[in-house]
């Protein structure tokens, strides 16, 4: 019998992605479709915390299609749509998800922190193994969710105020021609060692780092680029050293913003935000004492996938379960 299928609406701070899947015969996540519109639904959010019309506009255009896409072109049985960090602190968020519910029918579901962790933990360790101690970390716009494991057991997750939309408002508002001001990443730098000993002052011993969402996948690219490979990251994720990721925050930041869509081959927003971000994971690995990173390219919407198919009937294998754990 053909197996439910599932789309996933993931409305996040610089870009709405959707993914449609079922789970195959023998326990596979399989995926159907896979699509990413990297239109900026939190621009401005976190100066103003408000969505602004523009933005509002642009997102219920993406959602109208994509929900056309999941009912009518692969005849999906359920749709979840989650929105995160952006949503959260938009004070007039319930206007945009009034009116995806009238003009896509749709309902956006404002998740919390401590829920957007756990699914991206599940969705993570669905296909990512690794022993002893290590953190999985999603690096996002607005947000960064990260969860402290051992083994295949949670020790407590915290979702932090850092993401690499909201540093580059506070500390690169401007995108000047030429590289980004030492001073500005100076003082980007102290910030977010400053919040990281407060809000993880008990989480300093990972070696190892699990890293997902666009930021650390597109570092991670950069990377492989620079020593001459041109394929993608694939399904079963990379190995990179803690070093590597340091060095090419500092040739990113050397870049002027034109140089890194050319040289890094960026989308226009993602060269905007790439140096802030990158430099944001780079004090995470200090402070936390990694020395290995692997890049994953599961995360969010794959978590929010499993518990879809599970709620539609699915009997999932068994696999690393997350759990809520509690705060670091």
Known sequence: ME???????????????????????LGHLQVIHDE???????????????????????TLEVLHR???????????????AVGT?????????????????????????????????????????WGVRERG???LVDLGGGSTELTAMDGECQRGSHSLELGSVRLTDAFFPAEPEAPLPSEAQRTLREYVRTTLRRELAKCTDCPTIVGTAGTIV?????ILRR???????????????????????????????SDRQSIA???PQRARIIVAGALLFDELCAHLGTHSVRVARRGLRDGVMLDELERAGARLPRRAQAGRGGRL
């Open 218 to 222: 597109a570092v991670g690219t950069f």
């Open 66 to 80: 994509y929900a056309g896409l999941a009912r009518s072109v692969f005849k999906v049985e359920r749709i979840r």
């Open 265 to 267: 081959m960026l989308e």
């Open 85 to 125: 960090c952006a949503l959260r602190e938009a004070t007039n968020s319930a206007e945009l998800l009034a009116e995806a519910r009238s003009r896509c029918a749709l309902e956006v579901e404002v998740i919390s922190g401590s829920e957007e962790a756990r699914l991206i933990a599940r969705g993570v360790l």
């Open 133 to 135: 101690r290590y953190a």
């Open 227 to 257: 020593k001459g490979r041109v394929r993608p990251i694939g399904p079963s994720g990379e190995l990179f050293s803690a070093q590597q990721f340091r060095e090419a925050a500092a040739a990113l930041a050397a870049m002027s913003y």
């Open 36 to 58: 990413r519109a990297p239109i900026r639904p939190g621009e401005e959010v976190f100066k103003t915390h408000r969505l602004s019309r523009e933005a509002m506009e642009r």
């Open 3 to 25: 197996q439910a299928r599932v789309a996933v609406i993931d409305l996040g701070t610089n870009a709405v992605r959707l993914q449609v899947a079922k789970l195959s015969p």
